[in-house]
């Protein structure tokens, strides 16, 4: 089994005290669930650990969110940018990525990172505890890794998600499984099925499809409840 090395932990647990960011503290509960704190950008390098690919098999979601050349997508909670640089590639010059976070430090580190590999299709956006700043209707894809049970503000937040969306726009939503104990990290840090589809649904989504072949995450994809797309029906997850 694999455990918690002490750089999860530390990423896990850090808090962010600089005022100078735009992190507020919101209600600690939302639906039932607590919500988590805020990784600290101090704990960045956890993000682009070598172990990622790994453990969390990062090019299989790559693959599985079917990102095509010249769209218009966001990485919502982008951290340092582990995808958005995957993601700049895979749209290619033609297309955007809105890379959004609420921690500036953050975004210097992504867009340092961006430079030195020349990449120019991006739109680094400083987000807040209520609203990712994004235009309505323009995007095709939404990414939220790891950042969803962080958001203090998740009515708020998915309120300007789902506006931001065009009607066939898709939110991929990536949360490390609660019901899974091989999973090595903290209840906190994670979502079960059931407790996500409450509080999408309640919030103006409905399911258009699921990705189930991830080592530690459950893979979600949304769209608007008025989009043509075909709601699906949800595959409870089941320890192989
Ligand atoms: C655990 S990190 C994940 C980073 C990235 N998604 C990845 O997988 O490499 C969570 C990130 O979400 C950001 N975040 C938390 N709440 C946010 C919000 N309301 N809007 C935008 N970003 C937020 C944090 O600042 C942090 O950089």
Redesign the pocket.
Known sequence: MLVLLPTTIL?QEATVANKETV?ELGPKRYMGRRIAQ??H?LGAEW?TRDSREKEEACSKLLAALEVKPRQTVC??????G??TLRLAKLVGPQGSVWA????PE?LKLLTDRAATRNVTNLKPTL???TS?NLPAEAIDLVL????YH????PED?LEDVRACLNPTGRVALVEYREEDPDVPIKPLHKMSQRQVMKEYEANGFKLVGQFDELPWQHVFFFARDDSPLEEVELNPWRQP
Request: hydrophobic fraction near 45%.
């Open positions: 990423a992190v805020t990784m950008y993000l990485d919502l909670g982008c951290g340092n582990y995808y959004v976070d609420i921690q953050m987000g807040t505890a990712p939220l890794v790891d950042v962080e958001f203090s503000h937040m």
